[in-house]
C-alpha cells in the first residue's frame, strides 16, 4: 500500500512536471510581445512564434518570392513578409498622412537574421484587423490661418517699401 | 594686424544676408507647390508662413541695412557661417507648424541636420508626414548640400572677386574652372544630370515594388536628394529598410558614391581624362580605407556565415558611413549590436568622410592622405643621407608636390575635426551617455553623417542637442568661417 501511494505520488508529480514543461513550452510558443521588446531583445524571440499588434503602415510591397508590408507600433517599425495577397486582403486603410492604419494582429515567425532576407524580420502566419483605421479630417488650425494672413500682410509691406526705396535710390 | 569691423561692415553684411535670405525663400515655394498639387491643406499654410516670414526678413535686412562696403573675405565669411544659421532657424519654421516636433528646437535641430546634410533626425511619427515637409526636409538637403551660398552664386550674373571668399567659407576648397560662379555653375549642372539618373532609376525600381506611380516619383526624389548629396533623410520612419529592397540599397550605394566624390574628379572624368579615375589620390584613399575597413569588418562578423549577412548589415553602412550619407537598412537598436570592432570600423569611416570639394563631410580623404604620405615621407627621410633633398608627390588631376602648406593645412584640418569629435563625447559622456556611442554620435553629428545609436532622441537633454546642432554647422563649414567669425564678434566687443 506504502509502496502503491508512493508510485501514485511519483506519476503525479511526473505529470505536473511534464503539464509544467508544456504550459512553458506553449507560451514559448507564440509569445505576445511589444515591437520595442523584440528589438531590444531580439535573441529572446528569435526564431519563435510571436504575436505583435500595431498599425499597418505604408503599402503592399512586392518583393522576389513573396510580399512585404511594414507595422508600426510606439516609435518603432519592423517588416512583415509574406508569400500570399489574401493575407492582407482585409486591410482597408494603409497608415500615411491624413491615414490612420488598421490597427492589426500579426501572428508570425520572427527571425533575428532572417535566412530568407538576410535582414531582421518576420514571416506572417496569420493577420488580424482589430480595429480598422480611418481618414484624418485635414483640419487647420485658426492660429494658422491668422498668422498666415498676418506674414503676408507684413510681407506685402516690406515689399512695397522695399520697391519704393528701390525707385527712389534709382531716381537719385 | 587684425581687421576690425565697424557698423559699416556689419550692415554690409547684412545686407548681403538679406538677398541670401530672399533667395532661399523661394526655395520654399516649391513644398509649398507640392502642398497644393497634393491638396495638404494645413502643410500650405506651414509654408506660407515660412516663406512670408523668410521673404518679410530679406526684405527688411534689405532696407533697413544698406551695403555700405565693397563686400570683401571678411563679410563672406562671416555671412557664410551667420546664413547657414539664420537658414536653419527659417527652415525650421514650417517644420515645427508640422506638429510634428516636440519643440522649436527639435525642429531646429532636423532643419540644421537637413542643411548640414547630416541626418539625424528628432521627428516624430515621419510615417505620417505630408509630402510637403517631406519635400522640405529632403530639398534642405539638396540645397546645404550643393551649398546655400553656391546656390546664390550660381544666379549672381557677374563674377565678382569676393565670390571665392563664399565659396571657401561653405568649406569647398578647390576651384573647378577658373571663375567662381562659372563653378557654381557647373556643380550644379552635375547635380541636375544625375538628379535625373538617380530620380529614374529610383523610381524604376520603387514603381516595381507596386508603389504609386506619384508616390515611387517623390519617393525616388527625396531619396535621390538624400544620396547623392549624402544627408541621409528618408520619408520613412524605418530609413531604407522600409523598402526590403536589395536593388535600391545598391542604387544608393552608387549615389552615395558619387555623392562623396570631389566635384573637380567629376569634372574631369566628364570632360577631360577618364584614367584620372585610376591616378586620382583620393580614389586610391578612397579603396585603401574602404578595403581596410571592409576587413576588419568581416573579422569583427565572422559570425555571420554568409556573405550577403555581411553586404547587408556591415558593407553598407560603412559605405553609408564613409561616403557621410548616414542610410540604414538596419532597424531601431540593430547597431548597437554590433561587434565593438565593427562599431569602430564605422566610426573611423565616419571621421574620414568622402573627397574634398563634395557634399560630404568629415576629415576627407585627400587630408588623411597626405598625412599618411607624410609619415611615410619621414620615414623615407630619416633613411636617406642627411643632406638628400627629398619631397613627395601625389596626382590629384596633375602631379603635385607634397608641400610644406599642404602638410600643414592638412594636419590643422585634422586636429580641428578630431578636437570636436572628442568633445562633443565628453559632453555626452558628462550627461551620462557610455563612451562608445557617445563617440560615435559626435563623430556621426559633426562628420555630417547621420547613423545613430540611439543617442539622438526627442528625450535627449536640450543641451546635447543644442551641442549636436553647432556639431553639424561647424562641421559642415569646417570651422574656419564660424572661427573668422566669431573673431570678429570678439573684437567689436574688444573696441
Same mark, same amino acid.
Given at each position: 500500500?506504502?509502496?502503491?501511494?508512493?508510485?501514485?505520488?511519483?506519476?503525479?508529480?511526473?505529470?505536473?512536471?511534464?503539464?509544467?514543461?508544456?504550459?512553458?513550452?506553449?507560451?514559448?510558443?507564440?509569445?505576445?510581445?511589444?515591437?520595442?521588446?523584440?528589438?531590444? $531583445?531580439? =535573441? +529572446?524571440?528569435?526564431?519563435?512564434?510571436?504575436?505583435?499588434?500595431? %498599425?499597418?503602415?505604408?503599402? @503592399?510591397? /512586392?518583393? *522576389?518570392?513573396?510580399?512585404?508590408?511594414?507595422?508600426?507600433?510606439?516609435?518603432?517599425?519592423?517588416?512583415?513578409?509574406?508569400?500570399?495577397?489574401?493575407?492582407?486582403?482585409?486591410?482597408?486603410?494603409?497608415?500615411?498622412?491624413?491615414?490612420?492604419?488598421?490597427?492589426?494582429?500579426?501572428?508570425?515567425?520572427?527571425?533575428?537574421?532572417?535566412?530568407?532576407?538576410?535582414?531582421?524580420?518576420? $514571416?506572417? =502566419? +496569420?493577420?488580424?484587423?482589430?480595429?480598422?483605421?480611418?481618414?484624418? %479630417?485635414?483640419?487647420?488650425? @485658426?492660429? /494658422?490661418? *491668422?498668422?498666415?494672413?498676418?506674414?503676408?500682410?507684413?510681407?506685402?509691406?516690406?515689399?512695397?517699401?522695399?520697391?519704393?526705396?528701390?525707385?527712389?535710390?534709382?531716381?537719385? | 594686424?587684425?581687421?576690425?569691423?565697424?557698423?559699416?561692415?556689419?550692415?554690409?553684411?547684412?545686407?548681403?544676408?538679406?538677398?541670401?535670405?530672399?533667395?532661399?525663400?523661394?526655395?520654399?515655394?516649391?513644398?509649398?507647390?507640392?502642398?497644393?498639387?497634393?491638396?495638404?491643406?494645413?502643410?500650405?499654410?506651414?509654408?506660407?508662413?515660412?516663406?512670408?516670414?523668410?521673404?518679410?526678413?530679406?526684405?527688411?535686412?534689405?532696407?533697413?541695412?544698406?551695403?555700405?562696403?565693397?563686400?570683401?573675405?571678411?563679410?563672406?565669411?562671416?555671412?557664410?557661417?551667420?546664413?547657414?544659421?539664420?537658414?536653419?532657424?527659417?527652415?525650421?519654421?514650417?517644420?515645427?507648424?508640422?506638429?510634428?516636433?516636440?519643440?522649436?528646437?527639435?525642429?531646429?535641430?532636423?532643419?540644421?541636420?537637413?542643411?548640414?546634410?547630416?541626418?539625424?533626425?528628432?521627428?516624430?511619427?515621419?510615417?505620417?508626414?505630408?509630402?510637403?515637409?517631406?519635400?522640405?526636409?529632403?530639398?534642405?538637403?539638396?540645397?546645404?548640400?550643393?551649398?546655400?551660398?553656391?546656390?546664390?552664386?550660381?544666379?549672381?550674373?557677374?563674377?565678382?572677386?569676393?565670390?571665392?571668399?563664399?565659396?571657401?567659407?561653405?568649406?569647398?576648397?578647390?576651384?573647378?574652372?577658373?571663375?567662381?560662379?562659372?563653378?557654381?555653375?557647373?556643380?550644379?549642372?552635375?547635380?541636375?544630370?544625375?538628379?535625373?539618373?538617380?530620380?529614374?532609376?529610383?523610381?524604376?525600381?520603387?514603381?516595381?515594388?507596386?508603389?504609386?506611380?506619384?508616390?515611387?516619383?517623390?519617393?525616388?526624389?527625396?531619396?535621390?536628394?538624400?544620396?547623392?548629396?549624402?544627408?541621409?533623410?528618408?520619408?520613412?520612419?524605418?530609413?531604407?529598410?522600409?523598402?526590403?529592397?536589395?536593388?535600391?540599397?545598391?542604387?544608393?550605394?552608387?549615389?552615395?558614391?558619387?555623392?562623396?566624390?570631389?566635384?573637380?574628379?567629376?569634372?574631369?572624368?566628364?570632360?577631360?581624362?577618364?584614367?584620372?579615375?585610376?591616378?586620382?589620390?583620393?580614389?586610391?584613399?578612397?579603396?585603401?580605407?574602404?578595403?581596410?575597413?571592409?576587413?576588419?569588418?568581416?573579422?569583427?562578423?565572422?559570425?555571420?556565415?554568409?556573405?550577403?549577412?555581411?553586404?547587408?548589415?556591415?558593407?553598407?553602412?560603412?559605405?553609408?558611413?564613409?561616403?557621410?550619407?548616414?542610410?540604414?537598412?538596419?532597424?531601431?537598436?540593430?547597431?548597437?549590436?554590433?561587434?565593438?570592432?565593427?562599431?569602430?570600423?564605422?566610426?573611423?569611416?565616419?571621421?574620414?568622410?568622402?573627397?574634398?570639394?563634395?557634399?560630404?563631410?568629415?576629415?576627407?580623404?585627400?587630408?588623411?592622405?597626405?598625412?599618411?604620405?607624410?609619415?611615410?615621407?619621414?620615414?623615407?627621410?630619416?633613411?636617406?643621407?642627411?643632406?638628400?633633398?627629398?619631397?613627395?608627390?601625389?596626382?590629384?588631376?596633375?602631379?603635385?608636390?607634397?608641400?610644406?602648406?599642404?602638410?600643414?593645412?592638412?594636419?590643422?584640418?585634422?586636429?580641428?575635426?578630431?578636437?570636436?569629435?572628442?568633445?562633443?563625447?565628453?559632453?555626452?559622456?558628462?550627461?551620462?551617455?557610455?563612451?562608445?556611442?557617445?563617440?560615435?554620435?559626435?563623430?556621426?553629428?559633426?562628420?555630417?553623417?547621420?547613423?545613430?545609436?540611439?543617442?539622438?532622441?526627442?528625450?535627449?537633454?536640450?543641451?546635447?542637442?543644442?551641442?549636436?546642432?553647432?556639431?553639424?554647422?561647424?562641421?559642415?563649414?569646417?570651422?574656419?568661417?564660424?572661427?573668422?567669425?566669431?573673431?570678429?564678434?570678439?573684437?567689436?566687443?574688444?573696441?
Amino acid at each position: 500500500m506504502h509502496i502503491k501511494n508512493k508510485i501514485k505520488k511519483k506519476a503525479g508529480f511526473n505529470v505536473g512536471l511534464l503539464l509544467l514543461l508544456f504550459l512553458n513550452q506553449a507560451s514559448a510558443y507564440g509569445q505576445v510581445a511589444s515591437l520595442a521588446d523584440i528589438l531590444n $531583445h531580439p =535573441d +529572446r524571440f528569435n526564431e519563435r512564434r510571436i504575436e505583435i499588434e500595431g %498599425e499597418i503602415i505604408g503599402e @503592399l510591397l /512586392k518583393a *522576389d518570392k513573396g510580399l512585404w508590408i511594414n507595422i508600426s507600433s510606439a516609435d518603432q517599425s519592423m517588416g512583415v513578409f509574406l508569400f500570399d495577397k489574401e493575407a492582407v486582403g482585409a486591410i482597408s486603410h494603409w497608415g500615411r498622412y491624413k491615414v490612420r492604419g488598421d490597427r492589426v494582429k500579426i501572428e508570425g515567425v520572427f527571425y533575428k537574421d532572417c535566412p530568407l532576407h538576410h535582414v531582421m524580420d518576420i $514571416h506572417l =502566419d +496569420r493577420l488580424e484587423v482589430l480595429e480598422q483605421g480611418r481618414v484624418l %479630417e485635414d483640419s487647420v488650425p @485658426l492660429f /494658422k490661418v *491668422d498668422l498666415s494672413i498676418v506674414f503676408f500682410v507684413i510681407c506685402l509691406t516690406m515689399a512695397i517699401i522695399y520697391f519704393i526705396k528701390l525707385k527712389h535710390g534709382t531716381r537719385t | 594686424m587684425i581687421i576690425s569691423p565697424d557698423k559699416r561692415d556689419f550692415s554690409t553684411i547684412l545686407n548681403v544676408l538679406g538677398k541670401l535670405i530672399l533667395g532661399l525663400s523661394f526655395f520654399m515655394l516649391i513644398p509649398l507647390l507640392v502642398a497644393i498639387l497634393k491638396e495638404e491643406i494645413s502643410p500650405f499654410f506651414d509654408f506660407l508662413i515660412g516663406f512670408s516670414v523668410s521673404v518679410s526678413l530679406g526684405l527688411f535686412l534689405l532696407v533697413a541695412f544698406p551695403e555700405k562696403k565693397e563686400v570683401g573675405w571678411i563679410h563672406a565669411f562671416f555671412t557664410v557661417s551667420m546664413g547657414w544659421l539664420i537658414f536653419s532657424l527659417l527652415g525650421a519654421i514650417p517644420l515645427y507648424l508640422s506638429s510634428h516636433f516636440l519643440s522649436f528646437i527639435d525642429a531646429w535641430f532636423e532643419s540644421m541636420s537637413g542643411f548640414a546634410t547630416t541626418g539625424l533626425i528628432l521627428i516624430q511619427d515621419l510615417d505620417h508626414l505630408s509630402s510637403a515637409h517631406n519635400t522640405w526636409r529632403h530639398l534642405t538637403m539638396f540645397i546645404g548640400g550643393q551649398g546655400i551660398i553656391l546656390a546664390s552664386l550660381s544666379i549672381l550674373t557677374k563674377a565678382r572677386p569676393v565670390a571665392l571668399g563664399f565659396y571657401i567659407g561653405e568649406a569647398r576648397n578647390e576651384k573647378i574652372l577658373p571663375n567662381v560662379v562659372a563653378t557654381a555653375r557647373f556643380i550644379w549642372k552635375v547635380s541636375f544630370i544625375y538628379l535625373i539618373l538617380g530620380v529614374a532609376t529610383f523610381f524604376a525600381i520603387l514603381y516595381k515594388q507596386g508603389i504609386a506611380i506619384d508616390k515611387s516619383f517623390l519617393h525616388a526624389l527625396w531619396l535621390f536628394f538624400a544620396a547623392f548629396d549624402t544627408g541621409g533623410f528618408a520619408p520613412q520612419a524605418q530609413n531604407i529598410a522600409y523598402y526590403h529592397s536589395f536593388n535600391l540599397e545598391i542604387a544608393t550605394m552608387i549615389f552615395m558614391i558619387l555623392g562623396a566624390i570631389n566635384f573637380n574628379l567629376h569634372f574631369w572624368l566628364w570632360t577631360k581624362s577618364k584614367a584620372e579615375i585610376f591616378k586620382n589620390f583620393e580614389v586610391k584613399t578612397f579603396l585603401f580605407t574602404t578595403i581596410t575597413l571592409s576587413i576588419i569588418i568581416y573579422f569583427a562578423f565572422s559570425r555571420a556565415q554568409e556573405a550577403s549577412f555581411m553586404f547587408r548589415k556591415g558593407f553598407y553602412q560603412l559605405i553609408s558611413a564613409h561616403s557621410g550619407c548616414g542610410f540604414t537598412n538596419l532597424l531601431a537598436g540593430e547597431i548597437n549590436r554590433f561587434p565593438s570592432l565593427g562599431l569602430i570600423s564605422v566610426i573611423f569611416a565616419m571621421m574620414i568622410g568622402g573627397g574634398i570639394c563634395s557634399t560630404t563631410g568629415g576629415i576627407k580623404l585627400m587630408r588623411l592622405g597626405i598625412i599618411f604620405k607624410t609619415f611615410f615621407m619621414e620615414v623615407k627621410r630619416k633613411i636617406m643621407p642627411s643632406r638628400a633633398v627629398y619631397k613627395d608627390t601625389f596626382h590629384h588631376l596633375q602631379d603635385l608636390i607634397l608641400s610644406d602648406k599642404r602638410i600643414k593645412e592638412a594636419y590643422v584640418f585634422f586636429a580641428m575635426f578630431l578636437f570636436v569629435y572628442v568633445a562633443g563625447a565628453l559632453v555626452a559622456m558628462g550627461l551620462g551617455y557610455p563612451p562608445l556611442p557617445a563617440l560615435f554620435e559626435s563623430v556621426s553629428a559633426t562628420a555630417n553623417v547621420g547613423l545613430s545609436m540611439g543617442i539622438t532622441n526627442p528625450a535627449m537633454p536640450v543641451i546635447l542637442k543644442l551641442v549636436y546642432i553647432f556639431q553639424m554647422w561647424a562641421g559642415r563649414l569646417e570651422f574656419i568661417s564660424i572661427f573668422v567669425s566669431l573673431g570678429l564678434v570678439v573684437t567689436l566687443f574688444k573696441k
